[in-house]
């Protein structure tokens, strides 16, 4: 399927998209269209395949770790074990040194916080996760790190905690919603057989890293479901090339149009996992809200799980997130939490990317009963 491009001339906010939306059939008006053409061709150099999707006989491995907060002594010991725990990280620094991880500062600095609670302590990536993963990659030998993500506004690099802790482990932020340090985007290829997107218009980083992180929070998502490494690919890309209306503040056709939601966003996650793979999945569960993905829901409340999660297979990590917040990883619309929208890690299953069959996963470390708790899903 080639993409299209629109041009439209009345926007609405994501929030009030959000809000308004209720069950899938929300009230958008128009379909949603791939980005303009890029500077340059598609790149077609074949990025690392996503991590450790098991070899014949053998299962994919995740890691479970209780923690009871941030602090950073105990958040790098915590996560030193669990990379340990799921046999190292030097098959994923294979390729290469130059490592990505990729955040999760959804929202922007308008979105304001739950009442009582920080945005790091509910529904952002909290730096300390970030930075102690950064400090465990350079001595396993990575040398170039960058820390990305398609950020709403600059804004949220510093208010967040994340420049000082760039600083302090010597990262460098790469705000993925510009081309800096470069002249141009590129876009980058979704491969053969594309559901969507046949490629996604990206800071050039993206294709000159050697291994690519994810580091999710684990929350609901209204249309999604759930929202851990795989959904948190959706900041890869510009958020003002995949709008459908002039004025709309996020990645509107990402969605689509009434009756298609709950079908193209999930084939959208996809797609974007296929365009740049993920070689390792850390899922930050300490504190989190549940009921949604952001204050733009008004159900999210605040939650206290205690746990990470770390695997390198992103379809196998997520469904064991999944599967500790109370819900089944294989289930699927309408059923919770995929009330809203096809479980996008059944797909991915389909496809041959992973496993979200938690008899097909070996779990190490804590169990998925020593850690689970109940999430109310998103409505």
Known sequence: ??????????????????QGMGLAAAGLIVAGCAPAAATEEAVSKPAPTAGSVAEAGTKPVVAIAKAQNYDPALIRSTLEKMLDDIGGIADVLAHGNRVAIKTNLTGGTSAKPLPGVSEIESYLTHPEVVGAL????RDAGAKDIYIVEAAYEYESWPHYGYEDMARRVGAKIVDLTNTDPYKDFVELSAGANPYIYEAF???????EIDAFVSVSKMKCHNVAGVTHTMKNLFGLVPYRYYTMNAGDTYRSAF???????????????IDLNRARPVNLSIIDGILTAEGGEGPWIPALTPIQPKAMFAGKNPVATDAVAT???????????????????????????KEGMGTNNIDEIKVVGAS????????????
Do not use: W
């Open 323 to 349: 599967a500790a917040m109370g819900f089944d990883p294989t289930a699927d619309y309408p059923n919770e939490p995929f009330v809203n929208g096809y479980n996008h890690l059944n797909i991915a299953a």
């Open 368 to 379: 998925i009963a020593d850690v689970k708790v109940q999430f109310k899903p998103s409505y």
């Open 134 to 137: 950064v400090e465990l990659l």
């Open 201 to 207: 218009k990206v800071n050039p980083i993206l294709t």
């Open 1 to 18: 399927m080639k993409p299209c491009q629109m041009n439209h001339q009345h926007g609405i906010s994501r929030r009030k998209f959000i």
């Open 255 to 269: 969605h689509g149009r009434p009756g298609e939601m709950k079908e193209r966003l999930p084939h959208v996650i």
